[in-house]
């Protein structure tokens, strides 16, 4: 009897719209796997539904295979067929949802930026949980992440409860409050969401736009747990800057509001076994590192004989959005090159203006010995920057949690960054960390060539410090048992 009071392992199904490796588009994809393992190893039953992108790496994708049965999900008065595929990721179990609704949802050849990107997700949200509803799936938490799936939230409550699919409290974390999915109000008919229902402002009205709907408002109203991806970011969104209108929701509800820093996955993001590497190296022997950097230069056709071997290198690897500072960035490239070291960014930008510009900066460097700009996604190619680089420059005007700084630690490259958001929570020992980033800049480089001794202390200390997703998932996992003691109460 007393054995039967203990709450066996929970099942926890995450809803999201990118899963790394397979559905990278930032740190979303690292986020959903990296908590999923951690909670899988924990003991929990973690099972993960994702939209079947046309895009996605399939060769990371284990057993993938089509399920025999079709799934019919309600869209715009329509019941529409979808296939389901299950396959393996990363050790954890995913369904990818198919839609074969004449607009191809997920036919795009990319995961955003497509004219009807509100109806594409609603339309997955819904099917998501008439899977849940067929296949007679009990979980015990439904995780969902960001505006592509904060429709999840009110269609479980108001249409999937009452048919019986009531097992779960509902969590939703986000992690980036700059996307919302805002649309005109009758946008949100078409997944059976009524909108003269939900367009009010104790629901799903838009803040800012009052003639707006507002998925994740939704996200935040409907959910038994709400999270974002750092303390400071909790804190910062929370006033009316960073929340883009939604602060006086959260202040609402701010009793489920928490903010959870997030983790990396400390096997996939490991120098001494990273496959992805050259070379392979650990905080005891470093020499790998530099192995790399040679390597590295070499691939990219940079100076690296006589003196120029001995440069600092500086990396950043980034989505080239705003928020990223992307005129710092561009300032650091200059700077650095001015300060005698060598420059590597790895980024893309959705943006065109801001690819346009780039471009033209990675024109101007062409034939340059210390500079290189390599303008698109290359997951191995970040691999080699983090374990190539002295340096990681992340000038980041609001960062969320930012988790290019944890990996370049892991990797042994010192962050230069600016303190706002999740890159203030863990790293006040690092005194790099500071609001101006010439200041910053100057004085890593400075230290790199003129202290190599102190720099290999701080590079062996970053190395080791815990970033891993033990104690997050500890913390997921404590909201969740709380969520459903209070259901249970109730
Ligand atoms: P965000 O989610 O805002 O993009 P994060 O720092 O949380 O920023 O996560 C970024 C993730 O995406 C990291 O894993 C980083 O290595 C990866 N990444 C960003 N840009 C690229 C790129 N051009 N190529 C490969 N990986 C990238």
Known sequence: LLKSKQRPGMHIIHIAAEMAPVAKVGGLADVVTGLGRALQKKGHLVEFILPKYDCMDYSRIKGLKVMDFDLFSYFNGEAFKNKVWRGVVEGLPVYFIEPLHPGRFFWRRSYYGCHDDFERFTYFCRAALEFLLKTNKRPDIVHCHDWQTAAVPPLYWDIYAPQGLNSAQVAFTCHNFEYQGAAPPASLNACGLHSHRYHRPDRMQDNFAPDRINLLKGGIVYSNIVTTVSPTYAQEVRGPEEGRGLHVTLGQHASKFYG?????????????????????????????????????????????????????????????????????????????????????????????????????????????????????????????????????????????????????????????????????????????????????????????????????????????????????????IDLYQAALARRTVR
């Open 260 to 476: 959870v820093l997030n983790g990396i996955d400390n096997e996939v993001w490991c120098p001494s076994t990273d496959p992805l590497l050259e070379y392979q190296y650990s905080p005891d022997d470093l020499g790998g590192k530099f192995a790399n950097k040679m390597a590295l230069r070499a691939r990219l056709g940079m100076s690296c004989t006589g003196a120029d071997a001995e440069k600092p290198l500086v990396g950043c690897v980034t989505r080239l959005v705003p928020q990223k500072g992307v005129h710092l960035i561009q300032h650091a490239i200059y700077r650095t090159a001015e300060l005698g070291g060598q420059f590597v960014l790895l980024g893309s930008s959705p943006v065109p203006h801001i690819q346009a510009q780039f471009e033209g900066v990675a024109r101007e460097f062409e034939n340059h010995p210390h500079v290189r700009l390599i303008l698109k996604y290359d997951e191995s190619l970040a691999h080699a920057i983090y374990g190539a680089s002295d340096i990681f420059v992340i000038p980041s005007i609001f960062e969320p949690c930012g988790l290019t700084q944890l990996i370049a630690m892991r990797y042994g490259s010192v962050p230069v960054a600016r303190k706002t958001g999740g890159l203030n929570d863990r790293y006040r020992i690092l005194n790099l960390v500071q609001s101006g980033l010439n200041f910053a800049l100057d004085r890593a480089l400075g230290y790199f060539m003129e202290s190599r001794e102190w720099w290999t202390e701080l590079v062996t200390k970053v190395m080791q410090m815990d970033f891993s997703w033990d104690k997050p998932c500890e913390e997921y």
